[in-house]
Structure formats: C-alpha cells, structure tokens
C-alpha cells in the first residue's frame, strides 16, 4: 500500500471490487493483480489496530481511519483467545459472493469484527470504535480446486482484511425498520469518554 500511499490516493474498493480485482488474481484465478496496493503478509487478528501501519490519505476527521492487508492463512484458523488489554471478536452473519451473471457457487465470503477491551481472564468489558471485514475466497469452489490441482486444494485461503475507525460523532438515532445494510453502512453506538478512557487504561489499542 505504500506505492498507493506515496502517489496520493484514496483506496477505497468495495467488498466485490477487492474480490474481484485482487483475490481473485492474488490466488491465480485469473486476471492481473498490482503490488504495493494492499499490504502483504500482515497477520492482523493477532495484532491490536494501533500496531496496524495505515497511510496518512486514509485518515479522515474525528479519528477515522481505514486499511487493507492480505496473507495467505491456514484454512481452519479462528480468532486468538483474548488477552489482557483486546482481541477481535466476530459478529453478524457470513455474506456470501457469487459468481458471475446468476451464479450459484459462493466464490468468496465475508466475515465481521469488532474490537474488545477485555481483563486480565478475557471478560470482554467494552467495545471499541475498530471495526473490521474479512474478505475470505472459497477454497472450495471449483474455479480454486481447477487453478490449484491435486487431491486437495492446498490447506490455505486468501483473505483480505479491511480494518478501519468509525469516527467519533454522536450516537445516530435507532435506525426504522426499513433500512438495509449495504457495504458501507452499519449502525452503532460511540461512547467518547469511555472509548477514551478504556484507550488509556489498556495502553494502545
């Protein structure tokens, strides 16, 4: 992401861009993928968001912030146990991507998280303003199994992570029935002081 950061741009793709334009491509299914766009190899459900390198054309007013990292993971692999100070905890329901034009075969998927101070035995005790989508391919499918032939497909998935800081604006009225949730859009409760104060106690997170 550095080369994207030096030249001065916003990446901001959505969910079916990054799967299309860069997962895809990424695990050879076709197309063509750029370096530098997406930081690599950054293990970021072991990390707290503030060890997390994001570029200074990412960061709006009121602490938003925003970025992207791929790695090549173990298939199988689940959350760290929380710690004293934070961890990553998933929410919300898996959304599939299918394919093409009426396609039926899920080639990617996305999962949720949000981040939690937790004490010293992981009781979780507050939320954060870190959010975070996981892009994931399906490893499964069968465009995978063709591109990485053999009795398997091999034991990883490609995933792209898109970590990012809500701003700290006042609490949004409850949302009415009739909202949808798109890509971009999640309702949510910030609470500045206690966010401020847990940040403090928990030293960077």
Not at 24 to 46: H, K, N
Not at 54 to 83: I, L, Q
Not at 104 to 113: K, L, P, Q, S
Not at 125 to 138: A, D, G, H, P, V
Request: glycine share 10%.
């Amino acid at each position: 992401m550095a080369n994207l950061a030096a030249a001065g741009c916003v990446f901001q793709p959505t969910g079916r861009e990054l799967i299309g334009h860069y997962l895809i491509p990424r695990a050879g299914l076709g197309g063509v993928f750029f370096p530098g766009i997406i930081e690599e190899g950054v293990d970021v459900l072991s990390l707290r968001p503030r060890a997390l390198s994001f570029p200074e054309n990412h960061r709006r007013d009121y602490g938003e912030v925003w970025g992207f990292f791929f790695a090549a993971k173990p298939a199988g692999e689940t959350c760290p146990m929380p710690d004293a100070g934070g961890c990553w905890e998933q929410y919300g329901q898996e959304k599939a991507y299918y394919g093409g034009e009426g396609g039926r075969e899920a080639v990617a998927f996305r999962r949720r998280f949000a981040y939690r101070y937790t004490c010293r035995d992981g009781e979780v005790i507050s939320q954060t303003r870190w959010r975070m989508k996981e892009y994931r391919l399906n490893r499964n499918a069968a465009a995978f199994r063709r591109a990485h032939p053999g009795p398997v497909p091999p034991d990883v998935v490609f995933v792209v992570h898109k970590v990012y800081r809500k701003p700290l604006i006042p609490p949004p009225p409850p949302p009415d029935s009739s909202s949808s949730e798109d890509e971009g859009s999640e309702s949510y409760i910030v609470y500045p002081q206690l966010d401020e104060i847990m940040r403090r106690l928990t030293m960077g997170n």
